[in-house]
């Protein structure tokens, strides 16, 4: 019975370490969240518009304001990099524009490619 305990108690221990070890940097970060707020950004990024509506740029600051340590910047970085991959007819250059469109600094830039630089 003793030998059934350890056991036991071992198999919760992996299994709880396990879970810590994979939840996602940044995990308080909401990206389904972060989506919605530059959803009103798609006209300008598809260059449907000439410039960002107030509404989008209202998103990028409230993307800015709900990342302010390095791994929500790294997990909001990530978010708007999978974002932009189902964006039809994306343009990049204005990707990478936005947050200074706007007026913002948002530790990272817009962009379909890494986000490992983020300092």
Known sequence: ??????AFLTLQVVL??????AEPAGKGYNCEKAKSSVT??????????????AACCNGVKEVKSSA???DEKIAACQ????????????KEDRATA????????VGF????????SIA
């Open 1 to 6: 019975m003793k030998k059934v305990f350890v």
């Open 16 to 21: 709880v370490l396990t879970i810590i070890a």
């Open 40 to 53: 009103p950004c798609i006209k300008y990024l598809t260059s449907k518009v000439d410039t960002p509506s």
């Open 68 to 70: 302010p340590t390095k």
């Open 79 to 90: 978010c708007l990099k999978e974002v932009t991959t189902h964006i039809p007819n994306l």
């Open 98 to 105: 936005l947050p200074k469109q706007c007026g913002v600094d």
């Open 109 to 116: 830039l817009i962009t379909k490619k890494n986000c490992s």
